[in-house]
């Protein structure tokens, strides 16, 4: 069986970023926001069961999350309603993707809140990419989100420090060249011997 790397940063930490870099290297990478994505697009399979739990989310048979994050925030007790959907569709996909890769050395599984949902618990080691504030603050603000937004997103996610401290490892993202260093000696280190 793989071992499996969970990675995960708050917003603006380079995780995306990180992410590739290990499929550089060819090492196959799960992404959690990514397997939403296609859960809730046109065929997904939280369309039916979350129009039916929110009518009027679907939009051209896709979930339209404008509307769903309105109906979450009319009404609170949707969004556990809806995790009841989505997680184990998304767990599926996961143990689908595990099986795929179950004879590589190395796998990410690329969970943006790793810890905050216990996923931590499905990996055998954890990957935390950190920055400084000021230059998470400077990437999510780059990309046109506000500083309102940035402030809630990080209201709702375990702050960096703790999530550094219950890391595996923690690599710091200050510099593509340094972090694609640091990919590539865990990548050696995590595989050594296979």
Known sequence: MSFALGLTGSIGMGKSTTAAMFRDLDVPVWDADATVHKLYARGGAAVAPIDALVPGAMKDGAIDRAVLRAAIADDASLLKQIEAIVHPLVAKDRAMFRDIHSTAPLIILDIPLLFETGGDAACDATLVVTTSPEEQRRRVLARG????????????????????????????????????????HLVSKLTEGT
């Open 145 to 184: 989100t506000s500083e309102d937004t940035l402030h809630d997103l990080l209201s709702r996610q375990m702050p960096d420090a703790e999530k550094r401290a219950r890391a595996t490892y923690v690599i710091e993202t200050d510099t593509l060249d340094g972090t694609r260093q640091d990919v590539a």
